[in-house]
C-alpha cells in the first residue's frame, strides 16, 4: 500500500494533472517521454509566463507573479523548488548562470553563480600515476566537486532585483520537501538508471530508496526531511545558513569522508559575480548571452555570425544545405573554444575578437558551401587580430517587461552522485569541465587548453547559455538549455527556427535538432532528420550519427502587442509552460 500524506498547498490543486502525466505519459522510438496534452502549440498568456522542467516547479513560480512578484522573484522560487522535485539537476549543490532583462531600465545583467575551484585544488590533481587524466577521479570522486554557487547567487539576485525575501521564495520548495510530492516515471526510472553510482554511500541510499530499502515507485510519495531542514536554514540565516554552521560543516565532514577539497573557508569565501553578458545582432534583432565563464554566449553569437550571409530562410529549416552550413560554422566555433576560453577573471578571453562580424568572416570564407570540411584540418582561429573593435533551464517572463533567463546544474545527471549525509542534497561534480589535461576530453568529448586549466578559486569553463533575444528594444525572445556542450547548439536552433523560419515558440522547441562540436568529428542529429537530408549531407562529407534527443530548452516569445507564448520541450515528460 502507498503511503498518503496531506499534501502541501502548491501542490493539491495539481494532485490530478501529475497522475494524469504517469498514466498518460508516452515513450518515443528514441526515448523520449512526451507529457500528454496537446503539445503542438504554445501556451499563451498576457501577465506573465513560466516554463520549466517540472510541472510544480512552473506552477509555484507562477503563483509569485499572480501575487505581484516580478520575474526574478518567479525564477528563484523555480530554481529552489526544482531542487527538490529534479534532484537529477535542480540544485543548490552546484551553481550556474542567471540573465535579467529589464524593459523598463533597458538594461541587461548577468549574474554569475558558477562553482569554483577550492583552495586546495591543482593543476595535475586528476592525473593518474601514468600521468593521463584520470575520469573516475574527475567525475565521481569528492575532489571532484567545486564550491556551490546556487544559494548565493539566487540570494544575490533577490537583494538586486526580486521584491520577495530569501525566506518568502524558500516556502514552496520546504513545504514540498516536508510533505511530499508524487513520484513521476521520469523520477523513477532516473533513479534506478543511476543506482550504482547513487548508492556507493549510505547518504545516497537514505536519500532515493524508501526506509524498507525499496526504489520510490511511479504514484509513490517522495519526502525530503534532511532537505527540508537544510532549506529552513537558508530562510532563517540567510546566505550564512549554507555557506556557514550546520549545512556548511556537513559538506565538510562529507568531504573528509572521501579526501574532499572544500573547507569551511572555501564555502564562507564564495561569492557570486554581476557580470556584462556578451552581445551581438543577428538580422535586426539584439543577442544578449552569458559571458565566460560560459563559452555559450560568445559561440553563440560567432555562429550566428557566420551564418548571417547565408540566405538560411530561403534554404530551408532543416535542409541539408542549412543543417551542412550549420556544422561548418559550429566546427570552427568549437575549435576556438578549445584554445581560447576560460574563466576571465583569471585569463585573457578574446571575447571581442570571437564575436567580431568581420571575424566571422574571415571563418566563413573558410567554408566550402558544398562540401563538409575535416575537423583535424581546422584550428583555433585568430580573433585576437580582431580584438580592435557560458543542466537545467528556465524561462520566465512578468508583466512588468522584465525577463529572465536561468540555466544551473550539477553537471552530470545526479552530479557525482554523492549525498551530503544528513544535508539532502547531492554534490556537483564540476570539476570535470577544467582540463584535466590539455588536449583530453572531458565528460562531454569538449577538449581545452591552458585557458581552463585547474587554479585555486577559478571557475570551470561551462557551456550553460541562458540567453535574451531583443527586438526594437523589447524583450522577444527567451532561451536556454541543458545538455552538456550541446547546450550551445540547442539555443543556438530555436533561435534560428524563431528568426529565419518563422516558427512559433513551441514548433522552435520541438524541431529535430543538430549538433557538431569539431571533435570528434561527426554530425550527430535527432531523430526527425529525413533520410533524403541525411543521404544528401552524407554526399557532401559528413558522418551523420543518429543518438538520444538533444536539450530541454524551456522558451519564451514575447509579440509586439505583449502577448507571451511558452514552448516547454516534451523532450522532458515534466516539462510545463503556464501563464495567466
Known sequence: MKKTVSQPSCFKSKTLFVLLIILFSAVSAQGQAILSGDRSVPVEAKNGMV??????????????????????????????????????????????????????????????????????????MFLGADGNADPTLSRFSHI?????????????????????????????????????????????????????????????????????????????????????????????????????????????AEMKKGSGLITLDDLKAYQPKIRKPVQGTYRGHDIYSMSTPSSGGAHIIQILNILEKYPIGNLGHNSAKTIHLTAEAMKHAFADRSKYLGDSDFVKVPLKGITSKKYAASQRAEIDPDFASISRNILPGDPVSFESNETTHFSIVDKFGNAVANTYTINFSYGSGIVVEGAGFLLNNEMDDFSAKPGTPNGYGLIGGEANKIEPHKRMLSSMSPTIVMKGGKNFLVAGSPGGSRIITTTLQVIMNVIDHNLNVQAAVNAPRIHHQWLPDELRIEEGISLDTVRLLEGMGHTVTEKSSMGAIQSIMVTADGTMFGGADPRRSTSAAMGF
Open 144 to 252: 571532484s566537486s567545486g564550491v556551490p554557487g546556487t544559494v548565493a547567487g539566487f540570494a544575490l539576485a533577490l537583494e538586486k532585483y526580486g521584491t520577495i525575501s530569501l525566506a518568502e521564495s524558500l516556502a514552496p520548495a520546504i513545504e514540498l520537501a516536508e510533505k511530499g510530492f508524487v513520484v513521476t516515471p521520469r523520477f523513477s526510472k532516473g533513479v534506478k538508471s543511476k543506482q550504482k553510482r547513487l548508492f556507493k554511500f549510505e547518504a545516497g541510499k537514505k536519500k532515493f530508496l524508501k526506509p524498507d530499502g525499496k526504489f520510490y515507485e511511479p504514484g509513490d510519495i517522495y519526502i525530503q526531511a534532511d532537505l527540508a531542514e537544510t532549506l529552513k536554514r537558508i530562510a532563517q540565516n540567510g546566505t550564512k545558513g549554507f555557506y556557514e554552521g550546520k549545512t556548511a560543516e556537513m559538506i565538510v
Open 51 to 124: 516554463v520549466t522542467s517540472h510541472t510544480l516547479a512552473t506552477e509555484v513560480a507562477l503563483e509569485v507573479l499572480k501575487k505581484g512578484g516580478n520575474a526574478i522573484d518567479a525564477a528563484v522560487t523555480a530554481g529552489f523548488a526544482l531542487a527538490v522535485t529534479q534532484p537529477r539537476s535542480g540544485n543548490i549543490g552546484g551553481g550556474g548562470f542567471m540573465l535579467i532583462s529589464s524593459q523598463e531600465k533597458k538594461d541587461v545583467t548577468a549574474i554569475d553563480y558558477r562553482e569554483k575551484a577550492p583552495a586546495g585544488a591543482t593543476k595535475d
